[in-house]
């Protein structure tokens, strides 16, 4: 019996020694240098097979001014990936028995609309009816100045709800701060301490805490926004966030967090289970990522002008995270490039072909377009840039032409077809296409 356990364990070691051998990152490589080539990408890449790195890559700058490069060790605001963490730590309490996910949270918050109605279990999976304070159009206006808890709490509570708790589901960060809270009360210290005495220490993450004001000598990154040049972006306020996006961490970190917690180094597997539970596209602190017929687990993040990936296919022990403080791509691209590497599956490399239109026609697409098809109305501005486009609610953002009557947005996915002639745009994003017509 022992030699047959041992020739299986001998047999394990060498097929997951003879996958490794097979896999070419050198298509990946070739990625990563016609993104820095076309200035397409700043940031870090890591990949990381039962616990152990096999790849991984920085390029662009964490301080353009100065000419500080990214590298292994600089340190990026990873935005709702906080979430993940904030998630863990309820579960932690649950565990603990300090608290369940039933309990309702009028005790803590009583001025919350429907505050008597919404467990725990529903903001870890965004099925409160909180509104997502985030989405106020006023939001912009105060987020780099700090907040107390009192008036986080304030402005979460004086609007309506958005839908009758339980009902369906909506992201909102206001969910996550609110669970920031409880977790203080719970275990009577700050969620900073939480993180670092539940989390960090006992996975030995050497770069990841809750951030504050960003300090370039200790290894962080500034946020960068592209218009005609890499321009520095505003700094949103760290008290703000908190557990819904105020981590920050490198992709070695967050590769470790990930494989720790599945491994379930920091809660059961019976937790990791309910964490795992998709009700209406929403987890308890976690998404599903498929890639082909794997399924993978994971959550996105944004910040300011950071962007971050972080995913995990339990099947495979593969983790993978993206960070980046400046992208006119969608992350999405490399995670699917990075993956196809490892998997031998076929991807593109992107050639970035524009072509230029004359200041002078650019008017003729100018105008608020409505759809049938979508609620979400646009409109298109140009300046001495080019175009500029803007979803009702949300920033503008650039448009770069790649065909005639054709303008993409490719940090989203976004691709906008015009029929000047009629008055019309098709917009795609996603594999979904959505008809538009000028006001």
């Known amino acids: 019996m022992r030699k047959i356990a041992l020739l299986f364990f001998l047999l394990v070691i060498f097929q997951n020694s003879l996958h490794a051998q097979e896999v070419s990152f050198a298509k990946l490589d070739s990625l990563f240098l016609i993104l820095e080539e076309n200035d397409r990408w700043m940031g870090s890449f890591s990949m990381s097979h039962d616990g152990k790195e096999i790849y ?165 990154s ?91 296919l339990p099947e495979d022990q593969l983790a993978f995270s993206v960070t980046s403080n400046g992208s006119r791509i969608n992350n999405n691209d490399i995670v699917i490039a990075a993956l196809s590497s490892y998997f031998n599956k076929p991807f593109e490399l992107p050639s970035f072909q524009t072509i230029t239109v004359k200041p002078e026609m650019l008017k003729y697409y100018v105008g608020t377009y409505a759809s049938n098809d979508i609620s979400l109305k646009i409109t298109i501005s140009h300046n001495e840039n080019g175009l500029m486009a803007q979803a009702t609610g949300q920033p503008s953002f650039p448009l770069e032409a790649t065909a005639k009557d054709t303008f993409e947005f490719q940090q989203a996915g976004v691709r906008l077809e015009f029929d000047a002639e009629n008055s019309t745009m098709v917009l795609k994003q996603a594999g979904k296409v959505y008809n538009y017509t000028k006001e």
């Open 56 to 220: 991984k890559k920085s390029i662009g700058y964490a301080d353009i001014a100065n000419e500080i490069p990214n590298h292994k060790n600089t340190k990026f605001r990873v935005g709702s990936i906080s979430k993940m963490f904030t998630s863990v730590l309820v579960f932690m309490a649950a565990e603990d028995g300090l608290l369940t996910l039933s309990d309702t949270i009028e005790v803590y918050f009583p001025d919350v609309p429907n505050a008597e109605k919404i467990t725990i279990g529903n903001l870890l999976n965004h099925r409160s009816g909180i509104f997502n304070f985030t989405s106020n159009p006023l939001y912009l206006q105060w987020s780099t100045q700090p907040k107390t808890r009192e008036e986080l709490i304030e402005i979460i509570s004086e609007t309506e709800s958005v839908f009758e708790p339980n009902s369906k589901a909506e992201y909102s960060n206001s969910n996550y701060v609110l669970l920031t809270f409880i977790l203080e009360d719970t275990f009577k210290k700050s969620y900073a301490d939480l993180v670092s005495e539940r989390i960090v220490n006992p996975l030995k993450l050497p770069n990841t805490y809750l951030g504050g004001k960003t300090d370039i000598s200790t290894n962080e």
């Open 222 to 312: 500034y946020s960068y926004k592209f218009t005609d040049t890499w321009k520095k972006e505003s700094e949103t306020n760290m008290s703000i966030p908190l557990g819904a996006g105020a981590m920050v961490s490198t992709p070695s970190d967050l590769n470790m967090f990930i494989t720790g917690l599945f491994a379930e180094k920091l809660i059961s597997q019976k937790s990791l289970d309910q964490m795992k539970t998709i009700t209406d596209g929403y987890g308890k602190g976690i998404f599903q990522m498929p890639f082909y017929d794997k399924k993978g687990f994971g959550h996105n993040g944004g910040i300011d002008g950071f962007t971050s990936m972080l995913g995990y």
